[in-house]
Every structure is written in structure tokens, then in C-alpha cells.
């Protein structure tokens, strides 16, 4: 019995001494970060003679296996699936590679992308608003050469412009219909064209007047119209670099008014989701809520371009705004065959049929030029009124996150009457100062 | 704490010099000296936790332990259209500190493995019989019974508590935030500058806000702390009263507002109280008001509301808490006070208070305490809104620390920040809690009341 | 006098009536709207300035169990969490208080004030490092329910005031006399402490129960990006929070309907545990 014990000990001893050789473990460790950085150059050295043997291989079409990962807004889920399958089976070289498809709306998923990068989508859509929070994160991927000429010359410009940061093409224009104008119950509002005179008409009938002036995209309708300016220059990072804005001028003021004065008006309520607004005559809100809309007016339903609002300086303006996209983004991958299944993915969903056909299946307003000339399109309604006030709006650029909250905070301060009607010319301007001063802040 | 530690080091010493060869051994090969002994459980126990530890620190450890300093130094880059990721400073550091948590827990469990050979050697010197194999198994259901149940417990606290702390309190002095994200970006190390930036009064600092925002959090803790104290007090006195009958379902009826999860209740009631929402149709709809009341958009009203709302929710757990408590108030005392001629009102000053409060002291603490950090109400209700031009960094009028640093990961990944902000929640609330606690009149010693 | 007597009473009834009305109010709302349709041929869908529906209809609750969305397996992540959260919490607060509470080893009051300041940093920082921390072992995402149970549960013991609390009122000398009747530590912690302790289990696992019902935030943070593994909460927040799900609301009240009676009929079935729980907690702070 002793004996065996003995042998026990000595084998587990033995095997101890050998993995004993710790006190050595802590100077290797310390020579580690120097091997392991320069590993990593005689890696990427690796890597670039491995992508030309690839560059090489690719004729031979074996683009391996793996999944890829896809987020959309969940009305449009069944849909891309459907459209997913469509394209695998045009294209059997990518069969080693399984799509899944995940309900995840275009506000959330930037932030969810921000989190975790490597745990996120491979592909996904977002507001525009997005993008160069996205490419600063890492979380966005170029557009693949062989696609980008395809994409700049098939979808609208502006379309083209807000997937661009820094002259950079890292997103596929998905839709171009990201823009506002008004649905106005025909019983109720007898001249759309005017905003005094909705709101006349609203207060008359005892309804509401919706629109979301404390949101930094609603909000440009007003200080577009007097002529503000406000925007920024990127570079292909996505960091901000320069910055024009002009809110602190008369126009500003006059604009600044007219939101004071539309929050006095007792029709006003603040808001922009059809589906959460109660009692409305009118509500300015952009295509994906037509359905809804249409629900809510019945028979009454009509939709017209922005109305023209009288200035204090007694000018009339037409309200303008922003023209915003959808966009579908590709992340970053460490797998070139991986990211060549993606980008043609990308590419797919992105195209002239597909956004033709999500048109017709959800009524989402197509970027691509020829979906757009479509006779479908064409008739309808609400996409005809946002035509008509994309010529008074400005394609939206590049925005820092922050400025949506800044924006926020100008529209509450108007809401909570921090500023009023009561407030002076001089504080009206000392205030949008300090909105201008904080908005140039961003662009460092 | 200081002589602790000369103790230890005493014992290392007198282990080593007075200890023989298999004493001596132990010290490298942990558990040899007990495996020789006969106390082959203990022995293999301690022998397979130091290769565990081993295989720990050259498999994964290390690795990141050695980047600790810097956070990483190797970047991100592309290779044509491929990324090659280099090095992630938030794994770094997450793991960095889970290995220095590693390394002191090896060297506790180094120190009691010196220690057990030098208390078996001397027990064998002293001619006393080593505790077999059974006996020690069978120890740790009696006399340590205690490291049984808490080894579990206290290694997941370790783990997904003070780790995480650690890690946040760490990250306060580095410069992650949108423009250094893992993993594409680096982050690294900047001492003090969050804490300036946070306590710099001037126009781009953040100090007016974190005034203000902080004021709103004590205000707010003060009043859903007594309001709910009181009228739930109040509440459970009415029921309480005699000749009132359906005591129960007064109670529960109550009681309600508890068991109904708040993010189904509190989303309901922000629509209710929504400028377009039900309360103010109504009140339109009767001719009551002409123009809606504002109730999440005006600051002062919005505060206001809250507060109310939070009523709704506090009063029944409070009622809950009173009537056991009311109960247990001797009913002679009230029946001379009768006597005496005192009205209800002050019989209530005189007795049901005094007694109140010196019994539901602590309690009222933990509440004040767990209102600063109040998450779900507010953040269910307005999420800290109303905005304004007048504070920095999205803070809104309504905003706890606690919202507003959760809005700043959320939002702007502004990591840095919400660390800072995180650190003073604690300086506020570990303030608060100490001053209260040696002022409230029940402390009592722990073991005189058992 | 008898008078007076009366008419105070009256008062009392009517105060107590109209804190009643204000109390339910809400939740009678939500009721009502969820039987709205949300089928604009029936009725309007969206949000509504009345209380009571033109029609009534069942068409929300068709939905919710229509398979078109994922309710009835976030309803099942939900309970399964908040089951198992509740056994393994329980299990875990009874050990630490039963050592807290009878045994006296170094260390203890360290541990329990080291316990005492750890719980006044607030939790949400360390969200982001416990996802990390989760996604190490493949417990977020398609993993996130085993995940919050993990996260559930891990620092339960430092949750232990209340029950150490009952214990200490527990008569020391009962351990004492079994102890020198030669029972072990643990012989008196599985047959005398655990059957004595039935109101203080119950309140614990109900505390426990109830919580996972309302997580959102760090739920989101676990299960993003993966519809199946929300809980309600994280799932029905959204309903009321993002515009892709307008004209939501009145299946949002059918949801919360649907989570709100079961947890409520739970919960007045063991209130009498509940309110002995929180009572004890109080005075023993």
C-alpha cells in the first residue's frame, strides 16, 4: 500500500515539477507582449501574402462555410427572409453559409453594434443619423469596390451622400422615403398650405395639431425655412471636423419664434408617431406611418407638402427640413471569404428589385433611381407629398450623436416655456449662441 | 490590521526556518507536506488548485496581466478589405484585473497551505495525533461548516460584484469613450482628468449639472422616503382603526401597485399623464381645462408628478411594513393617554410616532439609500426628461445620477464619465448612510440583541 | 359621542374608497384598453383619448398567442428565470445568513461590512463588464437565459439582512442543546434551523420570483439581437418605446394583463409571508 502511494506522489510530484517551471512563466510573460506584437507583424506580413494566394484563389469559388447574421425592423423581417432564400438559391457557391435573420429596429441597432461589436449583426440596417458613430466604433465595414460605382450611380444622390463620411462609401442606400411632410384630416383643415391657418382650423374644431419640435429633425423644418444653416465636415474616421452653423442670427430668432409660438397654440401636442397620437387633424409624420394614417382619417385621409408659416419680420416662409435614408451597413470581418458573402448579401437586399419589392410589400419609398421611376411608386400618394417637399429640404449630411440630444433639449426648453414669448430678442439669441457655440464644440 | 500582517509574515518565517524537508517542499509544490502526512484529500486539494492556477496564468492570464499597464499597445488593421483586430483594452483590462483578483487569491491559499504543514508539523512534534483524512472531510459540515456554506456565495460576489466594481472604478481613470472603443480602438490610462473635467465649473465642465442633477437626487430621495413614510403611516392607521370593517381587502386592494410588475403600471401611467393621454382628454373633454397640463414637460411639474407617482407605488409597501407594526404598541399605553384626556392627534405625536420611528430607524435609511439609486420610476416615467439648454451632457431636469450615467453608456458610450459619476453616487450614498447611521437612536450592538 | 364616532368612521370609509378608486384606476384602464382591437375595421388601433372601447374584442389576446410574435416563449424565458432565480436565491440566502447568524469565524464582520459598502455602488456601471464577463462563457445572446439566471443569482448573498434577521430570533440555545446531543453544524442547519424557518423561505423565493418579471435594462443589455432569448420586459418595452411598433399599445395591455394576474394571484396567496418578511426586515434594518 505504501508503495503505491509513494509512485503517486512521485508521478504527481514529477508532473508538478514540469508544469512547476511558473517562476520562469512570469519572465516569459513580460517577453510575451514583445513576441506577441512582433508576431503580429510577421502575421499581417503572412496575412498579405495569404490575401494574394486568395486574390488568386477566388476564381476557384470556395467561399467555405460560416453564419452570417442579418438585423431589419421587424416589419420587414418575413420579408427579407424571403428575399434571402431567393438569393441563396440564385447563388449555390455560397451555400456553406447560414443566414439568420433578427427583428431589430433601426434605432436600436447601432447602440446594440456599439456594444459589442464582434458580437453584433454582419449585416444591418440604421437611420443615417447613425453612420459616423458607426464608423468611429469600428462597426462599419467600406462598401466593396466592385459594388461602389453600382451603388453611387443606381440610388439618388443624397441617398449617396448620407451612406458617405469623409468621401468614404460604408453603407448601402436602403430607402430614400426617411423624410416628413403633412397628413392632414380633409374635414378639419380646410387649406394646408398655411400653418396659422391649421392651426386655426384644428383650434376651431377642438383637434390636434402633431409635430415633434423637440426632436433635432423635426426641428430644422423652422430654421432651414428662415435660411439657418447647420452642417459638418468628416473625415473618413468619422470624426468630426469642421462645422457651419448659423443658428444664432435673426433667421434663427424668427425661426425660434415660430416654434414659441406654435407651442402657445392649445391644438399643439408634441409628437410625431401616428400610432400614439390621439384626437388629430394633422400630424407632421413621414411614409411609414401612412397605414396608419390611413386608419385614423378613414376617408378623410390626405397628405400635402410642409405649409408655408408667417415670420415676426412678417416674411412668409415654406418649412423645410430633412431629407433622410435608410442605410444597410456591413461590419467589419475577419474573414475575407466571410465579408465577400456579406458584401454580395449587402448588395442584394440594397438593389433596385429588392427595395422595388419591399415597396410593394411594406411601402417603404425606394433610394434606387429606377425603383423610384416605377409606376407604383409614382402613384403613390404619401411618397407624391414627400416628393413635393423634398425639393424644399436639405439631404441630411453627417451629425454628431450629440446633436440630437442638444436638439432635444432646445425644443424642451421651448416646450417647459424656459423660453417664451415673454423672452427677449436678447435671450432668444444668447440662447441659440449657446446652441451654435455647443453644436461647433463637436467638431474638433 | 498592521499586527495581522507581521502575524503572517512571523508564520511564513517560523515555517521555513523551524520546518523540515517536507515542510520546505510545500512551499513550491503545494500540499506535498499534507500528501505525505496521510492527509491525502487536503493534500490533492491544495496540489490541483496550484496547477489549476498554473494552467490559468499561461493559457489566459498572463496575457492579459502583462498588458495591464498599458491597456495594449498593437492596432487595429486592415489587411486589403480584411480586419485584423490587435489589441482589445477592455478584455485587457476586465481580464487584467480578474487575474490580479487570481493572483492574491493563490497567495491566500499559498499562506494557509505554509501554514497547515507548520500546525500539522508542530502537532506531530508535540506527539498529538494529524486529523485523518475523515475527519477533515468531516469538518467542514461542523466546525467549518461556515467555509461550506459561504465558499459559493462569496465567489460569485467576487466575481460578478466587485470585479465589475473594480473594473468601472478602473475605468474612471482611463479614456474610454465613443473615440477609443474596443475593439477597434485603443483606451489608456489618464489619471485624474475625468474627475476635473466633472468638477470644472466652467463653460465646458460639467460641474453646474452635476450640481444640479445631485440636488434633484437628494431632493427626490428626501421626499419619496417621508412622503411615502408618512401616508403610508397614515394609510395603515386609517385601516387600522377600530370599527373599520374589511381590513383585508382594504390591504390588499393596496397592495396591488406591489405585485404588478412596474414596467407593465409605471408605461401605463406616463401615457395616462402624457400631454395627448387619457387624464388631461378627459379633463378637456369635461371643459375642466382648456389647454392640456403639461405634466412631463414642465420641470417643476414633472418633478412633481414623480413624486406623486412614486406615492402610488411606495405608500402599500409602507402601509405593509405599519400595520405588523402598530400592532405590537401596547394598548394600555393609549388607554391612559385616554385617560388623560390626549386627542388622537396627539397620541400619534406622543406614541405611535416616536415608537415608529425608533423601530423602522435602519429601514427608513435603506429606503433613503435605495430611492438615490431609484432607477425603474424614473426612468420608466420620463427618462429623465425634460431636457434643457441650461444642462450639459443630456442631462434632463429629472435626472437621477443614476439615470443620467446610465443614459451616458447607453447613448454616447461615454464610459469614462458615467465611471466618474458612478464613483460619487457611492461618496454620496456611503455620506449619507454613515451620517444618518450614527445619528439614529437604535443602533444597537448586534449581539446584545440576539 | 357615538355620533361623532360614526360619522368618523364614514369619513374613513370614503377616504378608503377613494384611495381604493385611485389605486385601481390604472390598472382598470389597462384592462380595458386591452380588449380594444387593434383591427381598424373594428375599432381604431392606436392611442385613444377614452377609456372604454367602442367594441370589445379578444383580438389582442389572439394575437399574443398567434404565434406572429414571440410572446409565449418570452413568457417562458421570463418564468423560467424567475423560477430558477428564485430556488437558487433562497438556497444561497439560507446558507449565508445560517453562517452569519450561529457561526463566529474571522473575518465576519469584515464580510459583512465589506457586503454593506459594496452594495451602495450602483449596479448599471457594471453592466457593460458583466456582458463581457457572460459572453466569456457563451451566455449571452442565444445564451442570455441561463446568462441572467447566472447574474441573478451570483450575488444573491449579499441579499441575506432579512433572514439573518429571523434566524437571530431563533433561540441559540436550541442549536446548543441538539450540539451537545453530538448533532453536526450541518445535522442542526438541514433539521431544526431550515423546518423552522417556512414564512422567511417563502418571502425570500417571492422577493426573488417577483424581480425578474420587471428586468429590463440589463436584460436588454444580455439579450440583444436575439428575439428569442428576451424576457416580457425587454420584449414589451419596445412596444411602447420604439416607432417601428406603432399601434402596439392596446396589445401592450394585453401583454401586461397577461403577466400582471398570475404574479398578482401568486402574490396575495403569500402575502401573509410577505408582510411578516418585510415587517421583520424593517425593524432588524
Same mark, same amino acid.
Given at each position: 500500500m505504501k508503495k503505491k502511494v509513494l509512485a503517486v506522489l512521485l508521478a504527481v510530484s514529477m508532473v508538478a515539477a514540469l508544469s512547476g517551471c511558473g517562476a520562469n512563466q512570469a519572465a516569459t510573460a513580460v517577453e510575451g507582449a514583445a513576441d506577441q506584437a512582433a508576431e503580429?507583424?510577421?502575421?499581417?506580413?503572412?496575412?498579405?501574402?495569404?490575401?494574394?494566394?486568395?486574390?488568386?484563389?477566388?476564381?476557384?469559388?470556395?467561399?467555405?462555410?460560416?453564419?452570417?447574421?442579418?438585423?431589419?425592423?421587424?416589419?420587414?423581417?418575413?420579408?427579407?427572409?424571403?428575399?434571402?432564400?431567393?438569393?441563396?438559391?440564385?447563388?449555390?457557391?455560397?451555400?456553406?453559409?447560414?443566414?439568420?435573420?433578427?427583428?431589430?429596429?433601426?434605432?436600436?441597432?447601432?447602440?446594440?453594434?456599439?456594444?459589442?461589436?464582434?458580437?453584433?449583426a454582419d449585416i444591418y440596417a440604421f437611420a443615417q443619423d447613425q453612420i459616423a458613430r458607426l464608423v468611429s466604433a469600428g462597426a462599419l465595414e467600406e462598401v466593396a469596390p466592385e459594388n461602389e460605382a453600382a451603388v453611387k450611380s443606381e440610388n439618388d444622390p443624397g441617398s449617396v451622400s448620407a451612406a458617405t463620411v469623409g468621401g468614404v462609401l460604408y453603407a448601402y442606400p436602403l430607402t430614400s422615403d426617411n423624410g416628413y411632410f403633412l397628413y392632414y384630416d380633409k374635414s378639419v383643415v380646410t387649406d394646408p398650405s398655411s400653418l396659422e391657418k391649421i392651426l386655426a382650423d384644428c383650434e376651431a374644431a377642438g383637434k390636434n395639431f402633431y409635430m415633434e419640435i423637440n426632436s433635432g429633425w423635426y426641428q430644422t423644418a423652422f430654421f432651414f425655412a428662415t435660411g439657418c444653416k447647420l452642417e459638418y465636415e468628416t473625415d473618413d474616421q468619422g470624426n468630426f471636423t469642421a462645422a457651419n452653423v448659423t443658428y444664432a442670427s435673426p433667421e434663427g430668432v424668427v425661426a425660434l419664434k415660430k416654434m414659441i409660438e406654435l407651442n402657445g397654440s392649445k391644438a399643439f401636442q408634441n409628437g410625431s408617431a401616428a400610432g400614439e397620437a390621439t384626437n388629430v387633424a394633422a400630424?407632421?409624420?413621414?411614409?411609414?406611418?401612412?397605414?396608419?394614417?390611413?386608419?385614423?382619417?378613414?376617408?378623410?385621409?390626405?397628405?400635402?407638402?410642409?405649409?408655408?408659416?408667417?415670420?415676426?419680420?412678417?416674411?412668409?416662409?415654406?418649412?423645410?427640413?430633412?431629407?433622410?435614408?435608410?442605410?444597410?451597413?456591413?461590419?467589419?470581418?475577419?474573414?475575407?471569404?466571410?465579408?465577400?458573402?456579406?458584401?454580395?448579401?449587402?448588395?442584394?437586399?440594397?438593389?433596385g428589385d429588392v427595395q422595388l419589392a419591399r415597396y410593394n410589400e411594406v411601402g417603404w419609398g425606394p433610394s434606387n433611381l429606377a425603383a423610384q421611376g416605377s409606376a407604383d411608386v409614382k402613384a403613390d400618394e404619401a411618397l407624391a407629398a414627400l416628393g413635393q417637399q423634398l425639393a424644399y429640404t436639405i439631404p441630411q449630411g453627417q451629425y454628431p450623436g450629440e446633436y440630437w440630444e442638444l436638439a432635444t433639449a432646445l425644443g424642451d426648453s421651448v416646450r417647459n416655456g424656459e423660453i417664451s414669448a415673454n423672452s427677449s430678442d436678447d435671450d432668444l439669441m444668447a440662447t441659440l449662441q449657446s446652441f451654435q457655440d455647443t453644436c461647433v464644440g463637436y467638431a474638433k | 490590521m498592521g499586527k495581522g500582517i507581521i502575524r503572517i509574515f512571523q508564520t511564513i518565517g517560523a515555517a521555513f526556518k523551524e520546518g523540515d524537508f517536507r515542510c520546505r517542499i510545500s512551499f513550491l509544490l503545494m500540499g506535498f507536506g499534507q500528501l505525505l502526512r496521510g492527509q491525502f484529500v487536503k493534500g490533492a486539494a491544495f496540489m490541483l488548485l496550484e496547477g489549476a492556477f498554473i494552467k490559468y496564468m499561461v493559457s489566459f492570464g498572463a496575457r492579459y496581466f502583462s498588458k495591464l499597464s498599458t491597456l495594449g499597445t498593437v492596432a487595429t488593421q486592415k489587411v486589403r478589405r480584411k480586419t485584423i483586430y490587435g489589441d482589445n483594452s477592455f478584455l485587457i483590462l476586465l481580464f487584467g484585473i480578474l487575474t490580479v483578483f487570481v493572483i492574491l487569491a493563490f497567495a491566500v491559499l499559498w499562506y494557509l497551505n505554509v501554514k497547515d504543514n507548520y500546525e500539522i508539523l508542530k502537532l506531530v512534534r508535540e506527539g498529538k495525533k494529524i486529523p485523518t483524512n475523515k475527519e477533515n472531510l468531516a469538518s467542514l459540515f461542523d466546525k467549518n461548516f461556515d467555509k461550506t456554506l459561504l465558499a459559493l456565495p462569496v465567489t460569485g460576489i467576487f466575481v460578478f460584484t466587485v470585479l465589475p466594481i473594480v473594473f468601472m472604478i478602473c475605468v474612471a481613470f482611463t479614456n474610454y469613450d465613443k473615440n477609443h472603443q474596443a475593439p477597434t480602438n485603443l483606451f489608456t490610462w489618464v489619471g485624474l482628468e475625468n474627475f476635473e473635467?466633472?468638477? /470644472?465649473?466652467? /463653460? /465646458?465642465?460639467?460641474?453646474?449639472?452635476?450640481?444640479?442633477?445631485?440636488?434633484?437626487?437628494?431632493?427626490?430621495?428626501?421626499?419619496?422616503?417621508?412622503?411615502?413614510?408618512?401616508?403610508?403611516?397614515?394609510?395603515?392607521?386609517?385601516?387600522?382603526?377600530?370599527g373599520i370593517r374589511f381590513k383585508k381587502l382594504w390591504r390588499t386592494l393596496l397592495v396591488v401597485t406591489i405585485a404588478v410588475p412596474q414596467f407593465v403600471s409605471l408605461l401605463y401611467v406616463m401615457k395616462m399623464f402624457a400631454n395627448d393621454g387619457l387624464i388631461n382628454g378627459y379633463l378637456m373633454k369635461w371643459g375642466w381645462i382648456s389647454s392640456p397640463i403639461q405634466f412631463w414637460v414642465d420641470p417643476m411639474l414633472a418633478r412633481i408628478t414623480i413624486i406623486v407617482v412614486n406615492i402610488w407605488i411606495g405608500i402599500p409597501y409602507m402601509m405593509l411594513i405599519a400595520t405588523g407594526l402598530l400592532m405590537n404598541i401596547p394598548e394600555d399605553l393609549y388607554e391612559s393617554a385616554r385617560i388623560d384626556g390626549a386627542s388622537g392627534w396627539q397620541m400619534f405625536r406622543k406614541i405611535t410616532l416616536p415608537y415608529m420611528l425608533f423601530v423602522t430607524g435602519p429601514f427608513l435609511l435603506t429606503q433613503f439609500t435605495n430611492n438615490l439609486n431609484n432607477f425603474n420610476v424614473i426612468y420608466l416615467l420620463t427618462q429623465g426628461k425634460p431636457l434643457s439648454m441650461k444642462l450639459a451632457e443630456n442631462a434632463g431636469n429629472t435626472d437621477l445620477l443614476v439615470t443620467w450615467l446610465y443614459k451616458m453608456t447607453v447613448l454616447d458610450t461615454n464610459y469614462r464619465m458615467a465611471a466618474v459619476i458612478g464613483i460619487m453616487v457611492f461618496i454620496v450614498t456611503a455620506v449619507v448612510s454613515l451620517v444618518v447611521y450614527n445619528m439614529l437612536p437604535s443602533v444597537r450592538d448586534e449581539e446584545g440583541f440576539q | 359621542m357615538k355620533k361623532k364616532k360614526i360619522a368618523g368612521n364614514i369619513v374613513s370609509y370614503i377616504v378608503l374608497i377613494l384611495i381604493s378608486i385611485v389605486w385601481l384606476f390604472p390598472f382598470f384602464g389597462l384592462f380595458l384598453q386591452s380588449f380594444r382591437s387593434y383591427d381598424p375595421k373594428v375599432e381604431y388601433g392606436g392611442m385613444v383619448d377614452y377609456l372604454v372601447p367602442k367594441t370589445f374584442s379578444l383580438d389582442n389576446y389572439r394575437f399574443l398567442f398567434s404565434g406572429q410574435t414571440n410572446f409565449l416563449k418570452w413568457y417562458a424565458n421570463t418564468l423560467i428565470i424567475a423560477i430558477c432565480v428564485a430556488v437558487i436565491q433562497t438556497v444561497i440566502v439560507l446558507c449565508v445568513s445560517y453562517a452569519l447568524s450561529r457561526m463566529r469565524f474571522s473575518g465576519r464582520t469584515f464580510l459583512m461590512?465589506?457586503?454593506?459598502?459594496?452594495?451602495?455602488?450602483?449596479?448599471?456601471?457594471?453592466?457593460?463588464?458583466?456582458?463581457?464577463?457572460?459572453?466569456?462563457?457563451?451566455?449571452?445572446?442565444?445564451?442570455?437565459?441561463?446568462?441572467?439566471?447566472?447574474?441573478?443569482?451570483?450575488?444573491?448573498?449579499?441579499?441575506?439582512?432579512?433572514?439573518?434577521?429571523?434566524?437571530?430570533?431563533?433561540?441559540?440555545?436550541?442549536?446548543?442543546?441538539?450540539?451537545?446531543?453530538?448533532?453536526?453544524?450541518?445535522?442542526?442547519?438541514?433539521?431544526?434551523?431550515?423546518?423552522?424557518?417556512?414564512?422567511?423561505?417563502?418571502?425570500?423565493?417571492?422577493?426573488?420570483?417577483?424581480?425578474?418579471?420587471?428586468?429590463?435594462?440589463?436584460?436588454?443589455?444580455?439579450?440583444?439581437?436575439?428575439?428569442?432569448?428576451?424576457?416580457?420586459?425587454?420584449?414589451?418595452?419596445?412596444?411602447?418605446?420604439?416607432?417601428?411598433?406603432?399601434?402596439?399599445?392596446?396589445?401592450?395591455?394585453?401583454?401586461?394583463?397577461?403577466?400582471?394576474?398570475?404574479?398578482?394571484?401568486?402574490?396575495?396567496?403569500?402575502?401573509?409571508?410577505?408582510?411578516?418578511?418585510?415587517?421583520?426586515?424593517?425593524?432588524?434594518?
Open positions: 503580429a507583424v510577421e502575421e499581417s506580413v503572412e496575412e498579405v501574402t495569404d490575401a494574394v494566394e486568395e486574390a488568386v484563389d477566388e476564381v476557384g469559388e470556395d467561399f467555405g462555410t460560416g453564419e452570417i447574421k442579418v438585423w431589419v425592423a421587424d416589419a420587414v423581417v418575413d420579408f427579407t427572409n424571403a428575399k434571402i432564400a431567393e438569393f441563396m438559391e440564385a447563388n449555390p457557391q455560397y451555400a456553406g453559409y447560414t443566414v439568420t435573420v433578427e427583428p431589430v429596429g433601426e434605432g436600436d441597432a447601432a447602440g446594440n453594434m456599439i456594444t459589442d461589436v464582434q458580437g453584433g400630424i407632421v409624420d413621414g411614409t411609414w406611418d401612412s397605414s396608419t394614417v390611413k386608419d385614423l382619417f378613414g376617408d378623410n385621409y390626405a397628405c400635402a407638402k410642409l405649409p408655408t408659416f408667417e415670420g415676426a419680420d412678417g416674411k412668409s416662409y415654406q418649412m423645410s427640413g430633412f431629407g433622410g435614408f435608410k442605410l444597410l451597413g456591413v461590419k467589419p470581418q475577419e474573414d475575407d471569404n466571410k465579408l465577400a458573402v456579406c458584401d454580395a448579401l449587402a448588395a442584394y437586399l440594397a438593389s | 473635467h466633472l468638477l /470644472s465649473f466652467g /463653460s /465646458s465642465g460639467m460641474g453646474r449639472t452635476f450640481a444640479q442633477v445631485l440636488i434633484w437626487t437628494l431632493v427626490w430621495a428626501f421626499f419619496a422616503t417621508f412622503l411615502d413614510y408618512f401616508l403610508g403611516l397614515a394609510v395603515a392607521i386609517l385601516i387600522n382603526k377600530k | 461590512r465589506f457586503w454593506l459598502i459594496l452594495g451602495m455602488f450602483p449596479g448599471f456601471l457594471t453592466m457593460i463588464c458583466l456582458y463581457f464577463l457572460l459572453k466569456q462563457f457563451g451566455l449571452t445572446q442565444a445564451g442570455a437565459v441561463p446568462g441572467l439566471i447566472l447574474v441573478g443569482t451570483a450575488s444573491s448573498g449579499m441579499g441575506y439582512y432579512v433572514c439573518k434577521g429571523y434566524f437571530d430570533t431563533i433561540p441559540k440555545a436550541l442549536d446548543d442543546a441538539a450540539r451537545i446531543d453530538g448533532a453536526t453544524r450541518a445535522r442542526v442547519f438541514f433539521t431544526m434551523t431550515i423546518p423552522m424557518s417556512k414564512p422567511i423561505i417563502i418571502y425570500t423565493a417571492l422577493v426573488a420570483f417577483m424581480a425578474p418579471w420587471c428586468d429590463y435594462v440589463f436584460a436588454s443589455y444580455v439579450a440583444f439581437g436575439h428575439d428569442e432569448s428576451f424576457n416580457v420586459a425587454v420584449a414589451m418595452t419596445r412596444w411602447v418605446w420604439t416607432n417601428d411598433y406603432q399601434g402596439y399599445f392596446t396589445r401592450f395591455c394585453a401583454g401586461g394583463i397577461l403577466i400582471a394576474i398570475p404574479v398578482t394571484i401568486l402574490f396575495m396567496c403569500l402575502q401573509k409571508y410577505y408582510v411578516e418578511g418585510v415587517t421583520g426586515g424593517a425593524v432588524k434594518g
